[in-house]
């Protein structure tokens, strides 16, 4: 798993949480959390990111698609997957890549690392 790793992420540069944050406040990016529910009950929010379930993302992103999101705009969308600790990402932006979103990146260390860099989280509503 650690070669296919190093291989997918060989071929983007990821971003760390305060790039992801300001990025996303100046509307250069677009964050998209894929942890499941459980994660996301437990753990809480990004304010401002899109929740997509990873089984659903290739759907909801591809901007060709007949089941895509509004936010899904164009292949040269910049979008900033997130998942738990960033291994997920970084299998779901090589898929992204291969769909023709060719800014798609991910958040190193996930949303562990944006909780810890003191970053925005709201509780999920219940």
């Not at 790793?5 to 992801?20: F, I, K, P, T």
């Not at 459980?38 to 899109?50: C, K, M, S, V």
């Not at 909801?60 to 698609?65: F, W, Y």
Request: charged share 30%.
């Amino acid at each position: 798993m650690d070669a296919l790793l190093d291989r997918v992420r060989a071929g983007y540069q990821r971003v760390e949480a305060r790039e992801a944050h300001e990025a996303a406040r100046t509307g250069d990016a677009l964050l998209v959390d894929i942890r499941y529910a459980a994660l996301r009950d437990r753990d809480g929010l990004i304010p401002g990111a899109l929740v997509v379930e990873r089984n659903e993302l290739e759907w909801r992103l591809d901007p060709q698609g007949s089941h895509r999101v509004p936010e899904a705009t164009g292949h040269d969308l910049r979008v900033v997957v997130i998942c738990n600790e960033g291994y997920a990402s970084s299998l779901a932006v090589d898929s992204l890549r291969q769909l023709g979103l060719h800014r798609a990146t991910d958040l190193v260390g996930g949303f562990q690392a944006w909780r810890s860099a003191g970053l925005p989280v709201e509780p999920a509503s219940r």
